[in-house]
């Protein structure tokens, strides 16, 4: 007799449907504001704050990097959850392999295009299974869903997925983004349910 789907427990035994949450087959569509214009061919990723040097990368020069295929669960703050979506992209190791941080940089802000913002710890970052997407189960994202790229952080709160991400900004302390200045919890732990501060 199978397991039903609410009830599976992942790898360290936590369950794999985190309290609160109701499973999904869809992909429900929430932003904040309008979808931004963006052209590949000005499209940049800028990488600023606590480094060594300040770099600004081309969508060819981003997507260079590396590529992984991950597959993992997504967790809304709404109580949605979609299992097993499989990812391409720029895994973060990539990129960090890619730039030389100063020692103090134990945070990062992520900024996209459109404004949004959203804080991470650097070592949230580092976990396997976070990449800077392009594509979801073997299509291109769409706009709705953060094309061209959209970051993905399998183990927070899908708030911290940013979509139509555009740089990167590391920090000495975490400091609020977008929806952590309006209420929405600093980290997002779907598992201890860390929905609003």
């Avoid at 949450?21 to 429900?28: A, D, F, M, S, V």
């Avoid at 580092?126 to 970051?151: C, D, I, Y």
Wanted: glycine content about 8%; aromatic content about 16%.
């Amino acid at each position: 007799m199978s397991t039903p789907a609410s009830k599976e427990l992942r790898p360290d035994g936590k369950l794999r449907l985190p309290p609160g949450q109701h499973l999904t087959t869809g992909w429900p569509v929430l932003h904040y504001g309008s979808i931004p214009r963006i052209d590949l061919e000005t499209w940049r990723f800028h990488v600023w704050g606590l480094v060594e040097e300040e770099k600004s990368f081309t969508w060819e020069e981003f997507n260079a990097l590396g590529q992984v295929t991950d597959t993992s669960d997504i967790h809304c703050v709404t109580t949605w959850s979609k299992f097993d979506n499989t990812w391409e992209g720029v895994p973060f190791r990539a990129l960090y392999d890619a730039i030389r941080l100063k020692p103090e940089a134990k945070y990062a802000m992520i900024h996209c295009y459109g404004g949004y913002t959203t804080n991470l710890p650097l070592e949230d970052l580092l976990r396997e299974g976070v990449l800077f997407a392009h594509s979801h189960n073997g299509q291109p994202l769409t706009k709705e869903h953060g094309w061209p790229m959209r970051l993905v952080v399998p183990h927070l709160y899908f708030w911290k997925s940013a979509k139509w991400v555009g740089g990167i900004q590391f920090l000495d302390r975490d400091r609020p983004g977008f929806w952590e200045t309006y209420g929405y919890h600093i980290y997002g732990d779907p598992w201890k349910e860390q929905r609003y501060a």
